[in-house]
């Protein structure tokens, strides 16, 4: 994805809940910058699954992955944050992540995904963090932790995602020109 390809407003970007960067007296490094620009463009190209879920990117890099989600809208019968709606935050994260580093042209599927899920919340909004475990020409690990509002791990996953040349029958992306 590149800068033409999207061009997202200032209320794209979900507000950064800290744990970004090194702080420089108010000013964000060129890394941090990069992230929050790379964020807004990825979420100006969110499929529809992130839009019905409300999964917005704050920070993207291949190596470092930042989104929030409501609970309100995604939760089960009981009222608790459901556990599926977790694991489209984390396979959400890796998958850009792992498509932000794979050559033009490519395809990233999640092949593999596991969640624990260690405590529950019922309103507010979580946070996820995916960072890159392993990368390769053809798979790609991340870690993902997602937290409550006051910081407790509600979720830890993995994911592997394969990196195979040319995209998929039905692709709503155009290769560039």
Same mark, same amino acid.
């Given at each position: ?5 999207? *061009? ?8 950064? %809940?800290?744990? @970004? @960067? *090194? ?11 990069? =992230? ?9 190209? %969110?499929? &529809? ?9 704050? &920070? =993207? ?9 409501? *609970? ?6 009981? @009222? ?6 977790? *694991? ?16 033009? @042209?490519?395809?990233?599927?999640? /092949? &593999? ?19 890159? /475990? ?23 996953? %993995? ?19």
């Amino acid at each position: 994805m590149t800068a033409a390809d999207a *061009v997202p407003a200032a209320d794209d970007i979900a507000p950064s %809940r800290g744990g @970004g @960067g *090194v702080d420089h007296g108010g000013r964000e490094d060129a890394a941090d910058t990069a =992230a929050i620009r790379l964020a807004a463009q990825v979420n100006a190209a %969110r499929g &529809e699954i992130e839009q019905r879920m409300g999964i917005l990117l704050t &920070e =993207a890099s291949p190596e470092r992955l930042v989104a929030t989600m409501p *609970v309100e809208g995604n939760r089960q019968p009981y @009222g608790l944050l459901h556990g599926g709606a977790s *694991v489209v935050l984390a396979e959400t994260l890796g998958s850009v992540g792992a498509t932000l580093d794979a050559p033009p @042209g490519s395809t990233v599927v999640g /092949i &593999e995904i596991n969640a624990s899920h260690h405590r529950s919340t019922t309103s507010g909004a979580v946070t996820a963090v995916a960072t890159r /475990i392993r990368g390769g020409r053809t798979l790609v690990t991340y870690d993902i932790r997602i937290t409550d509002d006051a910081g407790r791990v509600t979720c830890t996953s %993995r994911l592997t995602c394969m990196i195979r040349g040319g995209r998929p029958t039905g692709s709503r992306e155009s290769e560039p020109s």
